[in-house]
């Protein structure tokens, strides 16, 4: 059964073209997450929604916005996409207590050309 | 800064032998995650280790946490190739919401 799905799967944009990368849940998790993911690196984590409390990391850039409408649904806006923001994006969950596993959906690979 | 280090970065191993690898981590925490993950797919959960002196084992992987001395150890048992991946460790700075801060990662390859 599909927990966090994570689409389109595969995103190739143009060079400052806004793309808009979507994650939901059937877990109904409090905490929603976005990874970025280049190669051969670890995951960094962008933001996170604890509810509607949005979390942003101090180093990620601007051009990386998000929104959660409701619990089961998150997105990643990037407004103008630039070469070095190719990287596998990544949703996670988390219920939000003291049991903090995080589950990972199967990534959006995005390419910038 | 939490900062977590993990050691080596690759390994080449025979199968049917045994190998740690190590994670440590800069900040006090008692909760640390092992995960997976396979060339191009997504990350999947192995190991959450709440305390010190947590060890959980699944099949021929075992973790385990010393808080404090800010490490847990990844071991193999007579490696298998189908453990070839990248394993993570990764660390939660805060009690709620986790903020979870990764290690590089260690790339794991068995040979036949």
């Known amino acids: 059964d599909a927990m966090v799905i994570q689409n389109p799967r595969y995103q190739v944009t143009q060079f400052g073209k806004p793309v808009t990368l979507s994650c939901s849940q059937t877990l109904n998790h409090n905490v929603m997450y976005w990874y970025q993911q280049k190669s051969s690196q670890a995951p960094k984590l962008l933001f996170h929604y604890y509810d509607k409390d949005f979390n942003n990391e101090a180093d990620t850039p601007d051009n990386f916005q998000s929104r959660r409408p409701n619990t089961s649904f998150c997105f990643l806006d990037i407004r103008s996409p630039g070469l070095g923001d190719a990287a596998m994006y990544l949703c996670?969950?988390?219920?939000?207590?003291?049991?903090?596993?995080?589950?990972f959906g199967p990534g959006t690979r995005l390419l910038v050309l | 800064e939490l900062k977590v280090e993990q050691n080596p970065l690759f390994l080449s191993m025979q199968e049917g032998k045994n190998y740690t690898i190590y994670c440590n981590y800069s900040t006090t925490s008692d909760r640390l995650y092992w995960y997976r993950q396979d060339p191009g797919k997504s990350l999947e959960s192995l190991f959450v280790l709440l305390s010190n002196g947590a060890v959980k084992q699944e099949g021929r992987l075992m973790a385990s946490l010393d808080t404090k001395a800010r490490l847990s150890t990844l071991h193999i048992t007579a490696a298998v190739h189908d453990l070839s991946a990248t394993y993570f460790c990764a660390v939660d700075e805060e009690t709620s919401g986790s903020r979870l801060t990764f290690g590089e990662g260690t790339q794991l390859t068995v040979n036949p």
């Open positions: 996670a969950t988390s219920l939000g207590d003291e049991q903090e596993t995080q589950y």
